[in-house]
């Protein structure tokens, strides 16, 4: 039985800080010399603890993943060390990558960038990111990321520079913009490395996922050095995030959902909106207009697709879906994502349930966002920001901010993050004749072995380290970070 609410105004009495080492804190071991824990300015505001008069439930929803011992070790062989010498010197060979789509598609292939510099011993200039024709968006790598940190955490791994040197500004520069999927180290090294080399520069468009995700283990440590250390947001985007993370962090635990019910979701996906015929028609008469946007499985139905799986959590399901985890009516939510197509009639299902429902709009003071009001990627990288720091972490769909959260808050100290079970639980949602009571009940079955605990990526396909960074990029003995 429920005996106490959050309440966001003021905060609950019932909640405060355990002690716990702040992740903003760079530790090193005295023996080794080596970091232990995930770079400062790109970590977490530590998880709250939870203590009183609360539901079985609540306690339940806001506890955090047992670790088991797991903590970054990016501990690289001997080998790589070796040959790092050299590499991280080179002067003759340049690759260039133009990185496309929003925040955490430019991510992937900024990462992927720096590991095809390092199989092709070239030095990297810093990545152009492509003009985004959807959202308008011209914003530049240094806009977004900070370019310092960038090369000095990557200099012990390959030389990046900021542009490419007089001497190479009139080199044969062929676009190379036709990569296969799952290419191997071995393909891009035979593909590439005698064309770099007798040039001297390598332009590179089009990586979006298209390198293998099963690397060799010191490629798959790089890939995670890059994701969560190399690639800090720049100190504008940075200190707003933080501020607004510590507006959310003060009032005491929240979460963060990931909303896709963006147009272009529900059209990509085939899906319907469930905000009824009028909406739906919308998104059917684009679909139809344009097929080419479906991705992927063409030939099955909404029904079908819904219960696949395929097909984004509306605000109604989603809310169903916390409540039966056990989330309290008067817990704080911050919705990550872009606008939702029917605007307030999208959410009022959500609010209705979660009145504390804020956006970085609401959160934000007069003229906080202005600077970046036409720059989407920033505004993605404010959501990030934001969504690292909350107690726990909801996508309601698929999607690369889905994976890249997974991955950073287990490695900023296993933060919750509960992936919704949708092929499981859409099957119950139909069924009327389950209670409230026991649809909580197996909602909350369904989902307790996916709430955070560490996971190997094993080498099932398409398993990114990223994603699942044990036990490459984490493990239990102390082996340090760099």
């Known amino acids: 039985m429920k005996t106490s609410t959050f309440t966001t105004n003021p ?63 990016l501990d690289f062989s001997l080998g790589y060390r070796k040959l790092s010498a ?18 955490n598609q430019q991510r992937n292939q900024i990462v992927d960038a720096v590991v095809l510099a390092r199989i092709l011993e070239a030095a990297l200039v810093v990545p152009t990111l492509q003009v985004n024709l959807i959202w308008g968006d011209e914003s530049e790598f240094s806009d977004i990321f ?44 035979t593909r590439f490395f005698n064309q770099l080399k007798r040039e001297g520069l390598l332009v590179l468009k089009g990586l979006d996922s298209k390198l293998s995700k ?86 099955m139905s909404y029904i079908q697709r819904r219960l696949a799986g395929l097909c984004p959590l509306n605000a109604l399901e989603i809310a169903r879906f916390l409540k039966a985890l056990g989330a309290p009516s008067g817990a704080r939510i911050y919705s990550a ?18 009145p504390n429902l ?4 609401m959160l934000a003071r007069d003229g906080e966002l202005s600077p970046y009001m036409n720059k989407s ?34 490695y900023v100290g296993h933060r919750k993050f509960i992936k919704p079970n949708k092929r499981a639980m859409l099957p ?16 909350r079955e369904l989902h307790r072995k996916s709430q955070g605990q560490p996971e190997p990526r094993g080498y099932r396909r398409n398993r990114d380290v990223i994603a699942y960074p044990v036990p490459e990029c984490m493990c239990k003995h102390n082996a340090g970070i760099f």
């Open 214 to 299: 099963n690397l060799p283990p010191d490629l798959q440590k790089l890939r995670c050095k890059v994701a969560f250390h190399a690639l800090r947001f720049a100190s504008p985007v940075q200190e707003l995030g933080n501020l607004l993370a510590k507006r959310m962090w003060i009032e005491g635990p929240y979460i963060a959902l990931h909303l896709r019910l963006e147009k272009d979701v529900w059209v990509r996906t085939g899906c319907l909106t469930g905000l009824g015929p009028e909406y739906d028609d919308i998104i059917t008469k684009i679909r139809e207009s344009q097929p080419e946007y479906l991705t992927g499985r063409v030939n």
């Open 337 to 354: 994502g872009g606008e939702a197509f029917g605007d307030s009639r999208a959410l009022q299902p959500l609010v209705a349930e979660f």
């Open 86 to 103: 050299r590499i991280s010197k080179e002067k003759r060979r340049f690759l260039v990558v133009v990185a496309s789509g929003g925040l």
């Open 358 to 361: 804020v956006t970085k709009e």
């Open 146 to 189: 900070d370019v310092a940190h960038f090369k000095k955490t990557l200099q012990a791994d390959v030389r990046v520079v900021s542009s490419l040197p007089s001497t190479h500004l009139m080199s044969r520069q062929t676009i190379e913009n036709k990569i296969p999927h799952e290419v191997t180290p071995q393909w891009i090294h």
């Open 377 to 410: 990627s920033a505004l993605a990288a404010i959501d990030y920001i934001v969504s690292l720091s909350s107690n726990v972490f909801v996508p309601s769909h698929g999607g690369n901010m889905g994976r890249a959260m997974q991955g950073h808050r287990a």
């Open 11 to 73: 905060p609950s009495p019932f909640f405060h800080l355990l002690p716990v080492t702040p992740l903003t804190t760079l530790l090193f071991s005295p023996k080794t010399n080596r970091l232990r824990h995930p770079s400062s300015r790109h970590g977490a505001i530590p998880a709250h603890g939870v203590a009183g008069n609360v539901s079985e439930a609540e306690r339940e929803f806001w506890q955090q993943p047992n670790g088991e011992g797991y903590e970054p070790c």
């Open 428 to 443: 119950h949602f139909e069924d009327t004749s389950i209670g409230d009571a026991k649809f909580g009940s197996i909602m």
